[in-house]
């Protein structure tokens, strides 16, 4: 038996990332202008074409959506491609929208797909999870600024291993097995707004595979929160004059609040301090920066031979440390930070929803990746770390 594989890229997804937007929808082109590029042509080229480095002789048959929408990344990565809907000349990633996107996935339920597989994120999940209800299982390469949903791989490597094992088990004759999943999407306008709001949209069903990542914990255990805080204050204070680059989220936000910063929940923020005899007095030198700006920043503190360190805290439930949430961190500011000023910072409570106790990172370039520790030190409370063993998200070796 063949596997009759759907395939639909959201174009632009990803593009908000790095532009400190919180997301892509309908903001695409004011991204755009500001010179930055989306995240999902890429992934989807990855997913491509490790797929097909693990599966030869081809028991895969891919139907793309027509244009940017999937089916010019097919091609691209040397796949022959049947199409998925009619080809509606879609040349131009910022000529889509959802409505394409509905209208592709509709098609798979028609074609018969065993498995459609989407390249983008939360949104994306949402407008194919709508449309084909339980009638076609899915899968999501994840590209996107948030991914909360349970419908995900951890990376592009990861979709084409669990695909590759699909598709060799249905040359035997197995069935493919599913699970049901929760589709989840941030409100946008009020995550921009600094508040988080997680919704549930939709149910859908997915293969059965660890290789699927855990769904984001929405509060996590706050247990100890004041000494870890604490003790990263006091790290900060025995070189006031570096820069500080404080990551998103609530535990980062409340590093931000005992300094007295005024930064935002939700976005990156850079400080410096000034010791003013036995106190320091910090202040915000930029908030909810985006790229551009803080590679900037860390060129600039780089030049005057001060340090610059980043402080993070891992994503509960899924322990992404850098790869989800946050596309303003690029390659160029992690290597100046790595490895040794990346601070990560959680309680254990948080640790403690992590699936597999590991941490993860991806950054976007693989050869980061594999550069990236083995392991991360993750402040924990005052005098106190714990070792975390870092899963890379780097192209993986042929076998599934």
Not at 39 to 50: I, M, V, Y
Not at 87 to 111: C, K, N, V, Y
Not at 138 to 161: D, H, N, Q, R, Y
Request: charged residues 25%.
């Amino acid at each position: 038996m063949v596997l009759r594989l759907g395939f639909i890229v959201n174009p632009v997804a990803g593009i908000g990332g790095p532009a400190a937007f919180k997301g892509s929808d309908e903001r695409a082109l004011e991204a755009a202008d500001l010179g930055y590029l989306p995240s999902a042509p890429e992934k989807a080229g990855r997913f491509l074409r490790h797929l097909k480095e693990l599966h030869r002789p081809m028991s895969i048959r891919i139907f793309a959506a027509p244009g940017v929408l999937g089916a010019d990344e097919t091609r691209a990565a040397g796949w022959k491609v049947g199409t998925l809907g009619a080809d509606m000349g879609l040349h131009d990633p910022f000529a889509t929208d959802a409505e394409h996107t509905r209208q592709a996935a509709e098609s798979a339920i028609g074609a018969e797909m065993d498995l459609l597989v989407f390249v983008g994120g939360d949104g994306t999940a949402r407008d194919v999870a709508a449309t084909v209800g339980d009638a076609v299982p899915i899968l999501g390469v994840p590209a996107g600024v948030k991914m909360f949903s349970e419908c995900f791989t951890e990376t592009p490597e990861e979709a084409a291993l669990l695909v590759a094992g699909l598709a060799r088990g249905f040359q035997e004759g197995d069935r493919l097995e599913t699970a049901p999943a929760e589709v989840l999407d941030l409100d946008e306008e009020a995550y921009r707004a600094g508040r988080v709001e997680v919704r549930h949209h939709a149910s859908a069903a997915i293969p059965r595979s660890p290789r699927i990542q855990s769904a984001k914990c929405p509060t996590c255990p706050q247990d100890g929160l004041e000494e870890a805080v604490g003790e990263v204050r006091l790290r900060m204070e025995e070189a006031p004059e570096g820069l500080y680059l404080i990551a998103s989220g609530s535990t980062t936000a409340a590093l931000k609040s005992v300094l007295g910063i005024d930064g935002t929940l939700i976005g990156v923020d850079a400080v410096t301090g000034t010791r003013e005899g036995d106190k320091v007095r910090w202040q915000a030198v930029a908030t909810d920066a985006d790229a551009t700006a803080l590679e900037r920043l860390v060129a600039d503190w780089k030049a005057k031979d001060a340090p610059a360190a980043l402080i993070v805290s891992p994503i509960g439930g899924q322990g992404f440390v850098v790869g989800r949430g946050t596309g303003q961190i690029t390659p160029n500011v992690l290597r100046a930070v790595l490895p040794d000023r990346l601070w990560p910072i959680a309680t254990i409570g948080k640790l403690g929803t992590l699936e597999d106790g590991i941490l993860h990172v991806d950054t976007g370039d693989p050869r980061l990746d594999r550069a990236f520790p083995d392991h991360l030190r993750v402040v924990v409370g005052l005098g106190r770390e714990r070792m975390m063993r870092v899963r890379k998200s780097s192209p993986l070796p042929r076998t599934a």
